[in-house]
C-alpha cells in the first residue's frame, strides 16, 4: 500500500480473495445483468448502452466496452481456467446465484465466439467496423436512453455490493473509488444509490427481475444486507 502511495497511485485494500476483486467483480455484475437482459429480449443492447452512457455517464456502454476489449475472446478462452479456481477454491466465489447467471451468459459468448464475432479484432462483434482491426466508435442514439429503466440494470451491481461489504471483502467507499478510478465513472455506485433510489426499490427490482425470470432466482436473491437497509 505504501509503496503504490510512493509511485502515485490509490491503492484499495482487499480484505477476502474473490474472482474479480472489487472493480472487475462489481462491474462484471452488470455486465452480466446486461446480457441477460438483451438474451431474454427485455431491452435491446444499444438502448442498455445508450442508458450507461447518458444517463449513467459512462465513456462506453457494456456492449461497445465488450467490443473493444476482445471480451467475447476472452471469456470464452478463460472459461475452463475459472472452472477450474471454482473446483479447488470454491470460496473465491461467495455468490452462487452470480455463478449460475455468468453461466447462462455464456451461451451467448460461445455462439459469438464460434461465428467469429469476437469485436473489433474481426471487425463485428455486437456492433460492425469498417475492417478487422479497425476502430471507431459505434452509433448509439441517444433517445434509446429512454427505453431502459437504469434500475434495471444497477439493482444486481447494488445487491452483490452491499454483500461484499457484509462479507468484509471491501467497503462502500472502496467500490466508488474501484470505478471511478479504475472504469472512470463519474459517481460511484453508492453515490447514486442513497440519492437516486432506495434500498426499497432494489429490492422490488430484483423481485420484479425474479418474477420474470425464475431460472435466475437465485442471482436476483435480495442479500441479508439489502433487506436490512429496506427495512
Known amino acids: 500500500m505504501d509503496l503504490a ?63 473493444f476489449t476482445g471480451g467475447i ?23 452462487k446465484g452470480l455463478a449460475k447467471a455468468r453461466a447462462v451468459v455464456f451461451s451467448l459468448i460461445e455462439k459469438m465466439y464460434k461465428e467469429d464475432r469476437i469485436g473489433i479484432r474481426t471487425g463485428k462483434g ?17 433517445e434509446l436512453a429512454d427505453r431502459v429503466n437504469l434500475l434495471d440494470l444497477l439493482a444486481p451491481m447494488v445487491n452483490e455490493s452491499l454483500r461484499m461489504e457484509r462479507l468484509d ?7 466508488d473509488k474501484a470505478l471511478k478510478l479504475g472504469y472512470n465513472w463519474p459517481r460511484g455506485l453508492f453515490e447514486i444509490y442513497g440519492r437516486d433510489f432506495t434500498a426499497r426499490d432494489v429490492v422490488s427490482t430484483l423481485r420484479r427481475m425474479s418474477d420474470l425470470m425464475p431460472d435466475l432466482r437465485e442471482f436476483y436473491e435480495p442479500d441479508p444486507a439489502l433487506l436490512n437497509e429496506a427495512k
Open 73 to 95: 475472446k476472452l471469456s470464452y478462452e478463460s472459461r475452463n481456467l475459472f472452472e477450474e479456481i471454482d473446483r479447488v477454491a470454491p470460496e473465491t466465489e461467495p455468490s
Open 126 to 142: 455486437f456492433y460492425e467496423y469498417p475492417e478487422p482491426g479497425k476502430w471507431v466508435r459505434p452509433d448509439i442514439p441517444r
Open 5 to 67: 502511495r510512493r509511485v502515485g497511485k490509490e491503492p484499495i485494500l482487499v480484505r477476502r480473495d474473490v474472482r474479480g476483486f472489487i472493480a472487475n467483480r462489481v462491474f462484471g455484475v452488470l455486465s452480466t445483468q446486461s446480457f441477460i437482459l438483451y438474451m431474454r429480449g427485455v431491452y435491446d443492447y444499444r438502448a442498455i448502452d445508450s442508458a450507461l452512457i447518458y444517463k449513467l455517464g459512462l465513456p462506453m456502454g457494456v456492449f461497445a466496452l465488450t467490443d
Open 169 to 175: 471483502i471491501c467497503t462502500r467507499s472502496d467500490i
